[in-house]
């Protein structure tokens, strides 16, 4: 069913950025923003060709280290407002973009419900040409300071697997800014990067160009998916379309020697309603750990999507959204 509700422009008024998008779109010629790399024309995938074209770049204070400034950050803006109703803000997976959300994301518009996809520091589509920290800690505090500027009410925050140990590690910190989590195939209890923060920055960089590598993106695709040959290296070339940013190997290596998360003591701490999430052929993390997850969190239900392997909100999206509608509205208990 498609959403009724009128729709209003999201806080705060966002006709500059509306403007500044055409502009974009009429420079490009094809629809696109851009900023986006020029690979994003090969998609094939039409809901990732369609998100891609809403992609925008707001800016986000940010003060960490010795970084002073904006930092012109690229999320899905929502078109539906609801000031009555909890907003959902959607976190991606490790070295991930917004256009993870590809097929889930107009089916929560449809929904009725008011949807950010957000591209966390130092993953997606950001303007990071002048590079700020891209430790744990930043990514934090420039989710934080999007909320603060952007969303301004507790949000419904999304995370998949390792989405879902930035959203355990904002909602600890911040927990005034949640309402409610949903924390998908969690990957929750990892001890962060571990001796690769040792490595010599040298070591780093050649590390770094290997994760970047087509093959190894393509053998991630396969164990997170089980879909067609040609439709795997199309999404293999959507999940490796960001590390085509200029500034991607920097802020990769910046996050690989800060030692990432660590975030197994907050989980208890957590006594927000939870949503655990997982597939129910996941290769990737166990389902164990999401078991685990729903022990150790104080309030929390847990629902598993058949059908779908590590990214379900990918594979199964209307089981998917039907869930986080019912869970959004309290029909989840």
């Given at each position: ?82 000031p009555d109703k909890s907003p959902v803000v959607l976190l991606h997976c490790f070295d991930s973009s917004c256009l993870e959300w590809r097929r889930a994301y107009p089916l929560l518009e449809q929904a009725c419900l008011e949807t950010w996809a957000i591209d966390v ?194 594979e199964n999206p209307k089981q998917f959204v039907k869930l986080i509608s019912d869970f959004a509205s309290g029909k989840l208990n």
């Open positions: 069913m498609m959403c009724s509700l009128k729709m209003v422009s999201p806080r705060p008024p966002s006709n500059i950025f509306e403007r500044q998008r055409q502009r974009q779109i009429t420079a490009n010629g094809d629809g696109f923003p851009t900023f986006l790399p020029k690979e994003v024309k090969d998609i094939k995938d039409p809901f990732a060709r369609t998100l891609a074209q809403r992609i925008v770049r707001i800016p986000v204070p940010l003060q960490m280290g010795n970084f002073r400034g904006c930092v012109m950050s690229s999320c899905i803006k929502p078109i539906v407002q609801l520091l130092g993953w997606g589509f950001s303007d990071l040409q002048k590079l700020p920290p891209c430790d744990a800690a930043s990514k934090r505090h420039h989710l934080f300071e999007l909320w603060k500027t952007y969303i301004k009410r507790p949000m419904i925050l999304v995370g998949p697997s390792l989405g879902a140990t930035v959203a355990v590690d904002f909602t600890a910190t911040y927990p005034e800014a949640v309402d409610k989590l949903v924390l998908i195939n969690a990957n929750a209890y990892s001890e962060g990067t571990g001796a690769l923060k040792d490595l010599p920055k040298s070591i780093a960089y050649a590390g770094v160009k290997l994760l970047k590598s087509f093959p190894l993106r393509f053998l991630a695709n396969v164990l997170a998916f089980s879909s067609p040959l040609s439709e795997n290296i199309d999404w293999t070339n959507i999940g490796r379309l960001h590390c085509q940013m200029p500034w991607w190997e920097d802020a990769m290596v910046s996050f690989m020697i800060s030692g990432g998360y660590n975030v197994a003591s907050h989980i208890k701490l957590i006594n927000h309603k939870t949503l655990v999430v997982c597939s129910e052929n996941d290769q990737i993390v166990s389902n164990q750990l999401s078991v685990k997850l729903l022990c150790e969190l104080q309030n929390a239900v847990f629902r598993e999507v058949p059908d779908s392997g590590h990214l379900p909100h990918v």
